[in-house]
DNA sequence: GGCTACTACGTAACCGCTTACGCAGGGCAA
DNA sequence: TTGCCCTGCGTAAGCGGTTACGTAGTAGCC
C-alpha cells in the first residue's frame, strides 16, 4: 500500500515523457514499437494503476454509468424473497456497461435522502440509469439537466429522458387474450395493484383491451384492489369472492397477489384452473414452485438493465441528438393455473409461448 | 445539457472565493451563516453538481468502493434460477456503502479478461471487496498493493488481504448434528461438490467433525462426488444406490445437488424423510418450494456483503492496521427434508433454530 | 493601547492525468 | 536545394475541485 505510483515515476523510469507514457496506454498512435514496450514493461514492473479520477476530470469522462433503484427490501426480513427484479436490472447493466468499457455504479434510494444520492452519483458517472420511481420527477428534471439520464420502466412526460420499457400493456392483453382465446374464458376479473401505480393502470388497460377485442363489455375500473403484495391479492380475492362474485378467471396485476388470490380460492375450497383460472403477472422465481404452477407474463429485467445502459453510451455519445424510446416486448409463460397442461420439457417442465408485440425502438422527439 | 457549471461560477456568482464554496458544501465551519446561504441559494439555481473526478483527485478519496464477483450465469438461459447469491451480497455491500455516504461501483468478471477489468476500477475506487473466486491469487496481491482490499469468502494465506466469510464448516457440521441428534441417524453419506473446491471441502470437514463428536465413523472422502448442479447431484445419488449403498440421510455439499438427490431418489421410490433424510446447503430460494421443503443452512449473504463493505472501510480509515479476519455464523434451517415438522409460522411456515458458532472478529496479525 | 486569539474569508499550490501545439529530423517530390 | 509532410516525441496548459497558509477585522484582556 505505499503510495500509488504516478504516471511521472513511469515516464522518468522509461526515460520518456507522461505525454508518451499516455499515449501508450491508451493504445493510440505517436510511438514506436521499441518505446512502447519499454514504458510496458515500467508499468508492469511498478504495478502502476492510472488513477481513475485525474484521468475523469483531464478526459471528462468517468467510464462509469450509474444506476438509481428504488430500495424495496425495506429493513425486514422478507427482503430475500421479493425483487428480483432489480437484481435481473444490475446484471443486465452490468453486462453491457462491462463489454463496453465501463463500469456500474449502484445506489439504492431510501426515498428521504434520494436526492442527495442521486445528486453525489450524478457528480461521479458520464451518465445515469433511474429504475422505476426511484427518484421525484422534478429530481430527474434537475438532474437530467447535467447528466444524460435514461428511464427504465417509468417514462416522463413529452420533452423528458431516454426511455426504456417493457410493453406491460401488451403482455396482459396477451395472457387476458390467451384466457379467452385458448381457454375459452368469458367472464374474467381484474386484480389490480395500487391505486396510483402506472404499473397496474398499464395492465388494467391491458386487461380491457383482451376484452374489447374479443366482443366482450370491458369493466370501467378493476374488480378488486390490492397493493402487490401476497397478502392484499388474498384480501382482494376473498372479498370479490365475500360479494358473490365469483369469476371463471382471474387476471392479477402481479404474481405476488395472484399467489394471494390462490391461497384465498384454495380456503374457499375451489379448485384451480378447474373451478377458476388464475395468472399472474412478472414471473417471479416463486411462481414455477406453487402449486398449481403460475402462469403469467414476462418481463426481460437483464434485457431491460442492458438496454437502458447501451441507450445510455449512446445518448453520451450523442448527447443531442433526439429522444429514443426502447420497448421490449413481453413474455407469455403458460403454466398450470391457466389451465394449461404441462409439454414436459428436460429440465422439469414449463410450457412457454413467446408473444410478439415486436420491438420498438426511437419514437423521435426533437428536444422542444 | 448545458455544459456543467463548476465551482468558479459558484464562487464568482455569490461573491466569495472557491474555497468558500468549498468549505460550506463539506459543511465545515469558517464562513457566516449568511454566506453560508448565499452559497446555497446560487448551488441550487445554477443546478451546480460537483465533479467527482475533481473532487477525488483533490481529496484522494473518490468515495467509492468497488465489488469484483465472478460472472456465473453464463452466456445461457439458466441464469435467472442460480445464484442470487451474488445478488445479495451486492445488495448488502450498497448498503453498508450507501449509509456510510459511499457508492458502490461493480463488476463482474469473465474470467478472461479479469485483469484489466480490475485494474480498471481498481483506479477508480478507493478500496475493492473480491468476491469468492473471481480473480486470480497473483492479480488479488498485485492490485492489493496499490489499494486496500477485503477478499469476501474466500481468504488468502497469511500476509494476505482482510477477509469476511461465512462459518461453512460449522453449518455443516450442525445440520449433521441435527441429523444425528435430533433424529437419531448413525449411517449419514455425503454429496460433495467439485474435488477442488474449498467450500465443499470445507462442508464435508463440518460434516466429519460432526460424526466423530457423536462418536461415529468418519469417512476419509465424500460418498459421492457432483459438481455443484441439480444434475450433478442426481447422478451422485444414483449412482450411490446403484453401488447398493443406502444411507439413512444424505447430506448434500450444497441446495442444487440436494434437488437432485431428491429427483433420484424419488425415481428410486424411497420416500423423503420417511426412508431417506437429505440436506442441502445455502438456502437458495428453491429451497423452500420443493417437495420435501428442503432443510438446509444458510450464509447471511446480504450480511456477508455489508460487513466486507464495513471492513474495508475501516481499512480505508487505517491502511496500517493488523489484518483483520469476520467469520459470521451460518443459520440452521430446518424444513420438512431432515425429518422435521413444520410449526407452521405465520408467513406459512418454516421453523428455524439459530446455531451459534458466535461471530469470530480480528484474528491479528501483523503485516510481516 | 498593545497583544493575543479567533473568526471569516481569499490566494494559490497542488492532485495526476490528457491533449493541443510545437519542434526536430528524415523522406520525398519538384 | 528547397519546401512539405509525416513520424515520434516533449512542453505545458488545463480539467475542477481541496486545503495549507496568510491576512484583515473584531473581540477580549491586561
Known sequence: MADRSTIYEVAKRSGVSTATVSRVMAGGKGFSAATRERVRATVAELGWVPSGPARGLASRRTGIVGLIFPDLGRSGEAEEESPLY???VIRGAERAATSAGDAVLIAATQTASGRQLALSVAGKVDGLVVLAR????????????????????????????????????????????????????????F?????????SEERFAGFCDALLAAGLPAPGAPAATGDFTEAGGRQAMSALLA???????????????????????????????????????????????VTPALSTVRQPMRELGERSVR????????????????????????????????RSGPRGGQASEPEAPSERETDREQPG
Open 86 to 88: 432489480v437484481d435481473q
Open 134 to 189: 426511484s427518484l421525484p420527477d422534478e429530481d430527474i428534471v434537475a438532474i437530467s439537466r447535467s447528466v444524460p439520464v435514461v428511464m427504465l420502466a417509468c417514462r416522463l412526460g413529452r420533452g423528458g429522458p431516454d426511455f426504456v420499457g417493457a410493453d406491460s400493456r401488451g403482455g396482459s392483453r396477451a395472457i387476458t387474450s390467451h384466457l379467452i382465446e385458448a381457454h375459452g374464458h368469458t367472464d374474467l376479473a
Open 191 to 199: 386484480l389490480a395493484g395500487p391505486e396510483r401505480s402506472p404499473d
Open 243 to 289: 360479494r358473490g362474485r365469483r369469476p371463471r378467471a382471474i387476471v392479477c396485476g402481479n404474481d405476488e397477489m395472484a399467489m394471494g388470490a390462490l391461497i384465498a380460492l384454495r380456503t374457499a375450497r375451489l379448485r384451480v384452473p378447474a373451478d377458476v383460472a388464475v395468472t399472474g403477472f412478472d414471473d417471479i422465481a416463486a411462481a414455477r414452485h
Open 311 to 342: 441507450l445510455l453510451l449512446d445518448r453520451i455519445g450523442a448527447p443531442d441528438a433526439g429522444r429514443r424510446s426502447v420497448v421490449l416486448p413481453t413474455e407469455l409463460v403458460t403454466r398450470r393455473s391457466c389451465g394449461c397442461t404441462i
